[in-house]
Structure formats: C-alpha cells, structure tokens
C-alpha cells in the first residue's frame, strides 16, 4: 500500500459499503457548493433568492460529508429555480428537477432508515446513479436540440455566437463550418463518453476545455456547476486520494486556514455569507457601468481557478483514471421509483419544444432551435412531434404602446416575433395599457390589453408555471437560454 493510500481517513460505513465512497460523496459535495457559490456570484437574483444558496454552500463547504447539508443545499437551489419559473436558465432546471425528486426520495429514506440516509459513504451508492443518468441525458437532449438547420447555417449559428462572446475572439468565415463541427462532435461525444466505462476518462478530456471555453464565454455559471458533476464518474478511491493530494499542493498557511475552518465552522459561514453581500450588493453596484463585468469576472477567474486546480490534482493520479487503468464501474441503475419520475420529468422538460409546450428552459441553449409553427428546423424529429398547441396562436409582434413601462420592457429585450402565449405573458403585466400590436402581420389594438380577446386572454395555471417562450425576430434571440 501506498504513503497516500494509507493517509486516507477510512472510515468503514455501518451498512458494508467500501470507506472510499465518504470521500466520493465529499468530494461531490464540496464541488457542488463551489459551483453554486459561483453561479450566485455571476447572477442578478435577488438576495433573497440568493443568499440561502450561498448559506448552504458555505455550510456544505466546511462539513461536505453531511448528507443534511447537501440536501438542504439542493432545496435552496430547487427554491431558487421555481423562484424562476417559467424560465429559469437550463443548468437550473437541471438542478430543480434532480433536487426534487432526490429530496423527496431522501426524505422518505430517512423517513424509514435515518442511519442510511445520514451515512454518506451509503447515500453515495443510492444517488450517483441517478445523478449521472440525469447529467447524461441533459448533454443528450441538449445535442439533439442543436441538430437543426438553423445550427448548420454557418450565417447564423450559434457555434459563432457563443465563441465570439469570448473577449478578443473573431472567427473568420472560413473557419466557421469546422465550428460547427468541433461543437456538434464535442456535446454529442459527451454524453456518449460519459454512458459507458471505458471511454468515462475521454469525457473528462474532452469536458475540460470545452467548460473552460464557456466559462470565458461569459457562462462560468453553467460550467462552474457542470464540472461538479464529473467527479461522479471517477473512482471513489481516486476522489479520495485527492483530497491528500489537494492539500499537498496548497500553501502553508491555507492549510492552516482549512483547519481553522473545521475548528470553528459556523463563524466562517458567518462570515464568508455577509462578505458575499457586502461584495455582490453592496460594493459591486458601486462600480456603476463596471458591474457586470465585475460579477461576469470575478466568477469566471474563480471558476477558471476551481477547474485547473482541481485538474492538476487528477493530473498528479492519472495512473488511477486514465484510459487503461484498471477502474470499477460507475453504475447507471436507478431503481426508486420517485428517483424513475423525476428522469422521465427531465426527458419531457427537454421534449417539451418538440411537443409544442415550450421553446426555452428546455436545454435549448444556444441552439439556433425553432419549433414554432411555420418555422420548424430540427433534423431528426418531425413536425407530427408537436401534439400540443400552446405554441399556436400566430405570429405576434408589438408595435408600440402608451405604457413607458412596457415600452422599456420591449426595447430592452429587444422584443422582435413571438409566439402569442408569450406575447399573452408580456402583456399581462400591464392590463391597462394601449398597444398597437400585429397577429401574422395583421395589424390590432389593444384599448386595453385586459379587454382585448386575444391579447387579453389570460393563461392556463400549467402555462404560467411552464410555458417559456423566447422572441425570434433575429437570429441572436436563438442563441440564448
């Protein structure tokens, strides 16, 4: 055995489980609540929302093998993802639809066994499965969305879009059809990389530039959370070895600083949350017009920092995960029912374009996607898909209003066509208003909007909830969330 191997802390669970697997769920954990830490940091949510995130991470970060506080983490983060509802950003989704059923499975676990629930080597076992199968289908649905002819139109596609958000980046024109290749070839290898045991290293390969990318890109956010996720297809024993090795290459006195940590926990928790207000609050509106490159930045350099400090340590044990070493397997078994649920609910919410319920919050990103009637461009599925017709309605267009209000919603989001359940959501904030309006550019008014019959119509409860639309008057408007 190894000086390492015999510096790790085994600590044999109760219920027969290998010791490796409390670290797995440490290590797990303790990337989650970085991620998270993050993604608040790069938002404009408001404290509210934002600030039990940062609590709980920061709880999450000085005790990471407690099951309780990865569990009241992933609420914090479902909270902050129904707050947002109907269209939260896709890693949010992802995060809300996984957060739900695994807390509801957890609760009743603990309901029925308490000591398997609170031991996290055994907890491990039960939620990896089921955290990775979603992780892969997300990069599975998030691949085919960007199959589509919008996507291939080296006029429009997003591949040039999103890199072009990276500062001092230009893509010639002639580069741009081995764009769109390398994109497509990179989020549909992912997924199948990830679903099988012998190729679960080259993903990780392939992941780390591609994160590092969208997080210059402006999507550290997105990144900073994702790359959590990888830890769960590497060994336990790895992941445990590498908090020894991680802590090796730290400086003196941060490791002094970690011990600190873990002798006084709740002070730094304390503290760490009421610096995150003073600086995301408090001092970063201060800088007026700099503001959200401060918040872009600073989340970026942290995330960027997380990925290569956590790349070199894996980089120290290539021996124990690269391709060829002999590795057990991470299984993809997900057997609870309510755990089943809530992957078939992950699978509809990335249908749900296709089916006609939504065009955004559906792992869309970036996509170039159009399944709007009379404007439909995916490859692969076929326009009979869409069986729902809360897209209907017609094309929907605002000319102008009386309302200055909404007139400087409109001119903000650069509102050009959209569906006119999304055009019923818009307007609805401002039922006394006037506005001149065109349905397949047939020109009506609104004298108001609450007493017009089809502007004024309101929506279903389902279609408040979920019915995320976007705009498409420019082909920009396909490259967001």
């Known amino acids: 055995m190894s000086r390492n191997e015999t510096l790790v802390r085994l600590r044999p669970s109760e219920h027969g489980v290998p010791p490796h697997r409390r670290s797995a769920f440490a290590v797990f954990a303790f990337a989650l609540a970085v991620g998270a830490i993050v993604h608040e940091w790069n938002s404009t949510f408001t404290p509210w929302v934002a600030i039990p995130v940062v609590v709980a991470s920061l709880a999450v970060l000085v005790r990471p093998a407690s099951p309780v506080r990865l569990m009241v983490l992933m609420a914090t983060l479902v909270a902050e993802c129904v707050r947002q509802l109907p269209d939260p950003v896709n890693h949010q989704v992802l995060l809300g639809v996984l957060g739900t059923a695994l807390g509801l499975w957890w609760l009743g676990l603990l309901a029925r066994s308490s000591d398997v629930a609170l031991d996290p080597a055994a907890l491990y076992d039960r939620i990896a499965p089921f955290l990775r199968v979603g992780f892969i289908l997300m990069w599975f649905l998030a691949a085919l969305a960007k199959l589509n002819a919008g996507f291939m139109d080296t006029a429009s596609t997003c591949a040039v879009w999103i890199l072009e958000s990276i500062p001092l980046v230009a893509v010639p024109p002639a580069v741009v059809p081995a764009v769109i ?33 969208s997080a210059l890109a402006g999507h550290s956010w997105f990144s900073g959370l994702a790359w959590a996720f990888y830890a769960l297809f590497l060994p336990p024993a790895v992941l445990a070895r590498a908090t020894l090795v991680a802590r090796t290459l730290l400086p003196r006195w ?3 600083a970690v011990d600190a940590t873990a002798a006084r926990p709740w002070p730094v928790v304390v503290g760490g949350a009421v610096a995150f207000v003073v600086g995301h609050e408090v001092l970063v509106p201060v800088l007026g017009p700099y503001a959200g490159g401060a918040r872009n930045w600073g989340a970026i350099l942290v995330c960027l920092g997380w990925m290569a400090f956590t790349s070199v340590v894996l980089w120290r044990l290539r021996g124990s995960w690269f391709p060829g070493a002999s590795r057990p397997r991470a299984g993809l078994a997900v057997r609870p029912v309510v755990l089943v649920v809530g992957l078939l609910a992950l699978v509809l919410n990335g249908a749900s374009p296709y089916l006609g319920l939504k065009t955004t919050a559906a792992f869309t990103m970036f996509s170039n996607l159009r399944t709007e009637p009379g404007h439909w461009n995916p490859l692969l599925v076929p326009e009979s898909a869409r069986v729902f017709g809360w897209l209907d309605g017609g094309d929907v267009r605002f000319v102008r209003t009386d309302d200055r209000a909404m007139q400087a919603e409109l001119a903000d989001d650069e509102t050009g066509h959209i569906v006119l359940m999304g055009a019923r959501r818009i307007a609805a904030q401002y039922p006394g208003a006037t506005v001149v309006y065109t349905v397949d550019g047939v020109p009506r008014t609104a004298a108001p909007v609450s007493s017009d019959p089809v502007l004024g119509r309101p929506l279903s409860l389902a279609q408040e909830w979920f019915g995320a639309t976007r705009s498409y008057g420019t082909a920009e408007r396909t490259c967001l969330h």
Do not use: K, Y
């Open 181 to 213: 290749v390398g994109t497509l070839a990179v989020e549909l290898s992912l997924p199948i990389l990830l679903t099988f045991h012998r190729t679960r290293p080259f993903a990780l390969l392939v992941a780390l530039p591609f994160h590092a990318l």
């Open 254 to 256: 941060l490791r002094r």
